[in-house]
Every structure is written in structure tokens, then in C-alpha cells.
């Protein structure tokens, strides 16, 4: 049976997050600069978006650039940021056409300003589509995002529209950029590295964490499928114990 036909589609994570990494190191098995690996990692995005898209997945967010990433060498950084502006660009009609929204989280003030501008008309002329949100975190950190709600959350309790009483888990999750959706229930980290890398520290409280070898310029549907299907074989027990959840799983 094919990987694809190993999954069951009943009972798919309703949100993937994927830590893409592993660009450079294969631009350097190429004898190629780092950009290299990153222009052909663009292929893996638009590969794991129309796997997730085709299979059902409800929302597919990407760590395409994180707060730390700015301190990369100023040629990688604009490259970067040229290529983001060229595929989101280029993607638009495709995005629209499968009835993708595009969506980002992060810092995105400090964006290019005409980056910022071409994302944000991007997002807006998808906003109407429904199959799968397609989030990018750009100049995104979690500790970042973390400290904005606290911000906004101090914000809140001077201006009198929350008491510290009033604060709990559903509060800070209103504050955070991903408000509105669902936590990842599965996080995907290529190329070997064994690291969250301050994304989504707070979402990814009850995630399933699958880690592969492939360098994210390799990465194809088929490691999507491989993904999901290890995910399906884990038993989610939210701390509590195997016999109660196989009690209620019994019960259905
Ligand atoms: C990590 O590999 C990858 C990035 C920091 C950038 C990800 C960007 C892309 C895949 C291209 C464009 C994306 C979109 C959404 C249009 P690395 O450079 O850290 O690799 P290394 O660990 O091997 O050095």
C-alpha cells in the first residue's frame, strides 16, 4: 500500500506546523551557495502546501524566517527576502485558484516595506478562500510573540478591560498572533536537527513532534504522507493515562 493509502483521512492532524530546515547544507552538497538551497526550497513549499491542501489538512504554517535570521550574513538575508517577494508574488493566482488563504504571523513591521506591501495584498486576495490557510511565520519568534501579549495583555488590564482575575489560558491565546486557530497537533522539523527553535512554543504545548533526515529542499509529498502516518500510529494521551483514552476510543 502506497504511503498515501496508509492515511486515514477521518482522522487527520487538523493543523501542521513544519520547522523548514537544512537549505544551506544542501546547497553545499550541490557546491552551491546557501540562496541556492534556498530558491530550491521553494519547491518543497509549494509541494508540501498542495499535499496538505489535496489531503484535507485545515491549516499548514511554514517557520519561513525567524527573528534570529536577521542576523545572517546581509546578502542571505536580501536574498531571502527577494525570494519570498518573487514566490509570493508568483503564487498568488495558484493560491487562488486551490482556494488557498495565505496568512503570516510574526513580526512583520520589520519587513521590507515592499515586501510587507505584496504580502499583504496577497493576503488580502486570498482572504475569501476557505480549503486551507497557508501560514508563513516571518520575523517570527515565539519569545517575540509572547512578549507582544504581554504587552497588549498589561495594555488591557491598565485601560480597565481585564483584571488579572480574568486572566487565563484562553485570554493569552487571543493575545497570540495565531488567534482563531486551532494548535498545531503536528510539528514536522526536517534535516536532522532535534530543536524547536522558538516556534510556536506556546501552540505546540500537545503537538507530535516528527523529526526527519531530509533536507527541506528534498522535502515531497511523500514526506508529508510519511509524516501523517507516523502521526496516526501515536497514541495522544493529553496527560491521561493509555487505558482511559483506549476507554473512550472503545466507546465511539
Ligand atoms: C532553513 O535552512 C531555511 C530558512 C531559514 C529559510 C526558509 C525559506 C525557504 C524555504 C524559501 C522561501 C520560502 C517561502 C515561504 C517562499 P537553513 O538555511 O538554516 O539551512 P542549514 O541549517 O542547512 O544552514
Redesign the pocket.
Known sequence: MSLKDQINTSQLPKHIAII???????AKQHGQH?VF??RN??T??RESAEAAAELGIDYLT?Y???TE?WNRPRMEVNA?MQ??LQ??NNEITTLNKNNIRLNAIGDLDSLPAVNRKHLLKAIDATRNNTRMTLT?ALSYSSRWEIVQAAKKLADKIIRGECTPEMVDQQCIEGLLTTDGMPDPELLIRT?GEFRISNFMLWQIAYAELYFTQT??PDFRKEDLYAAIVDFQHRERRFGKTSEQITKVNDQQ
Do not use: E, P, Y
Request: aromatic residues 10%.
Open positions: 523548514m530546515d537544512g537549505n544551506g547544507r544542501w546557501r538551497g534556498h526550497g521553494v518543497a513549499v511554514l519561513a524566517f525567524s535570521n531571502l525570494l519570498l514566490t509570493i508563513l534535516s533536507l527541506w
